[in-house]
């Protein structure tokens, strides 16, 4: 078998909340593009590349570094993964978004070919769901009070809280929350870097009688000391999402004990093989692990599910259901359901491009 074609869709999937934002940007569009990799025989594999411009990808970016993949993957052997990555690897540093969206297609392309359910390439299921967390856009509290209990009330039980770095405002936040849902719900807050040390530890310690299970990202990602002052300095666990940006970063933040857990995702880590190779080093530590937030795609979300589905030590709840507040998905096949992601069952990936001709814009190759 022998890669014949490859084409990069667009992916513009706007935000059904306009105002939606954490602490870094607003974004009323999810953008990416939708990797497709045609053997000669006419199975494709899909996969996504994932704009995220705060960890260094930006639309126009991936597309230019796609372009140059293309060529690259003409005539290779689609099972032959670990050659191409490595390739690709040689060809250009970083830009893990590019190459996670290569490394999945490529996944999909081979358990479609095998007729088999991605996860089976991945070691096989050790879980058939996931409970799934569900995340609350930065907002006045009340707002954010209200939209917690349509969550609540669509079956949801695990709530993330973005914070923006103002104690007072991020402290009132949570507190409308917990009074708003009740002593059940498990939250957790995601400063998306807003913090200094010394206000991280002071927001938590205020939140010290609201039950808050994990503290993501508090300080800047490349504030390795600080991050590490905060996990020392708080009883809640701190989990890093982007100081974890390559699978070295949580080498490193493993070795040293920096945090309590790791936020693993395909498109910041560089694809299915390095959040395999990313948890193994979690395991090893002794550091917590989990799926985070895969914003796009139900494509996207699909594919951390078959990994979720593999990877033994999965803790916590998973962020797979952030499809659900996008519009215009092009792919179908998964829903959450009474706050849970279930494992797809069928072949490749579990989702379907829908019309599945796709366009032929911005084709190449
Ligand atoms: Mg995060």
Redesign the pocket.
């Known amino acids: 078998m022998e890669i014949a074609k490859v084409e990069f869709l667009p992916c513009n999937m706007p935000q059904e909340d306009p105002e939606w934002r954490f602490s870094l940007r607003a974004s009323k569009v999810s953008q990416g593009w939708i990797v497709c990799i045609h053997a000669d025989d006419g199975t494709v594999g899909y996969g996504y590349a994932s704009a995220t411009p705060h960890m260094g990808a930006s639309y126009e970016g991936l597309k230019g570094v796609l372009d140059g993949f293309a060529p690259t993957l003409i005539g290779k052997d689609p099972f032959a993964i670990e050659a191409i990555l490595a390739g690709l690897e040689r060809q250009v540093r970083g830009v893990n978004q590019a190459k996670a969206g290569i490394d999945c297609a490529l996944h999909d392309l081979m358990a479609r070919a095998l007729k088999l359910p991605l996860y089976q390439l991945l070691g096989g299921k050790v879980r058939d769901s996931v409970p799934v967390m569900r995340v609350l856009s930065i907002k006045e509290p009340d707002e954010m009070a209200e939209r917690g209990q349509r969550l609540l009330d669509a079956g949801y039980r695990y709530i993330k809280i973005k914070v923006d770095g103002d104690v007072d405002l991020d402290v009132a936040r949570v507190r409308a929350i917990r009074a708003r849902l009740g002593p059940d719900v498990h939250l957790i807050i995601?400063a998306?870097q807003a913090y200094s040390p010394k206000d991280a530890i002071t927001a938590i310690d205020r939140m010290a009688d609201l039950n808050v299970e994990l503290f993501?990202?508090p300080v800047k990602y490349d504030d390795w000391a600080g991050l590490k002052l905060v996990t020392d300095s708080v009883s809640v666990a701190v989990e890093a999402?982007?100081s974890a940006g390559s699978v070295r970063d949580v080498m490193h933040l493993v070795s040293n004990r920096l945090v309590d857990a790791v936020?693993l995702k395909i498109p910041k880590l560089g694809g299915l093989r390095n959040v395999i190779a990313a948890a193994r080093i979690c395991e090893a530590g002794g550091i917590r692990y989990r799926l985070?937030?895969h914003v796009g795609t139900r494509l996207l979300s699909a594919q951390a599910m078959h990994l979720a589905a593999a990877l033994p030590d999965v803790q916590f709840a998973c962020e797979l259901g952030e499809f659900t507040r996008l519009l215009d998905d092009p792919f179908t096949g998964i829903e959450n359901e009474n706050g849970m992601l279930t494992l797809p069952e069928e072949i490749g990936s579990g989702v379907s491009l829908n019309p599945p001709e796709g366009g032929e814009k911005a084709a190449a190759g």
């Open positions: 995601d998306n993501e990202q999402d982007e936020s985070g937030a």
